[in-house]
């Protein structure tokens, strides 16, 4: 059974306005975050560290965003940089390069060190980050897409986080490997999605977190119909007519 002390884990307790805590130091928050961090430095007898000088907050920021240091000319230019809003068109400048995608995807597939990386499914993730897509539609997506969305080619790409699985061409023993296929479905899109390991309740109900047997296999029992094809064109309905139209010639 599930306790009333289980539910109550911070971790499942939905989130809540707050008041940001009082602080001695207000003149050193800059937001409401701050105050929060402030405050536990002040209970600690703990000082903030000094601000950042320009010439590191462009390298971490760089590192950040792209994943690689800027350029010396990059760091001269923003630290002569005398603009009040330096900093933001910065970091807006780095959300806009082609780069940020290219790093962030690397992040996001390295949630699931199980799968290969192919290339169709990794420049879906690339796209998605780069046109600032909806994380609720880019999940969608990734679970659902072909339901969800059948006549969008991208969205057939990103059910590809399902199809990558483990796979033995010449296992003998199908019925075994294909429950295997399953639990790490399950296992994946429970540690992406709902940041839980949810694979010990594959046997038992936990023991820490509030996850039942019952509740893996209600999750699985999504995961079950999956049919893995490899014929489906991904094209819109547009050049898939235009394709059938030429083939009759």
């Not at 940001?20 to 600690?44: A, G, S, V």
């Not at 290339?119 to 046109?131: A, G, L, M, Q, T």
């Not at 006549?151 to 483990?166: C, K, M, Y």
């Amino acid at each position: 059974t599930i306790t009333q002390e289980d539910r109550n884990y911070w971790a499942f307790v939905p989130a809540e306005n707050s008041t940001p805590p009082e602080t001695k130091n207000n003149d050193w928050c800059n937001n409401e975050i701050d105050h929060y961090i402030l405050n536990k430095l002040e209970e600690n007898d703990l000082q903030p560290s000094s601000p950042a000088s320009k010439r590191e907050l462009i390298r971490r920021v760089y590192f950040d965003t792209i994943g690689l240091p800027p350029t010396a000319d990059e760091i001269e230019k923003f630290v002569n940089n005398q603009s009040p809003q330096a900093y933001e068109n910065l970091v807006d400048q780095l959300l806009a390069d082609p780069r940020f995608g290219e790093h962030w995807a690397r992040q996001w597939l390295d949630l699931d060190a199980y799968r290969p990386q192919a290339w169709k499914y990794r420049d879906y993730v690339i796209r998605s980050f780069n046109e600032d897509k909806p994380y609720d539609l880019f999940v969608h997506e990734q679970i659902a897409g072909d339901e969800l969305y059948p006549e969008n080619p991208d969205a057939l790409i990103a059910t590809s986080f399902l199809r990558l699985g483990v796979y033995e061409y010449n296992q003998r023993d199908v019925r075994t490997h294909w429950q295997d296929i399953l639990n790490e479905m399950t296992d994946v899109t429970s540690d992406v999605f709902l940041g839980l390991g949810m694979g010990c309740a594959r046997c038992h109900n936990h023991k820490f977190d509030p996850i039942l047997q019952k509740d893996y296999f209600a999750l699985q029992a999504f995961m079950a119909p999956v049919l893995w094809t490899d014929d489906t064109p991904l094209a819109t309905p547009e050049e898939k007519a235009a394709y059938d139209a030429q083939l009759q010639k």
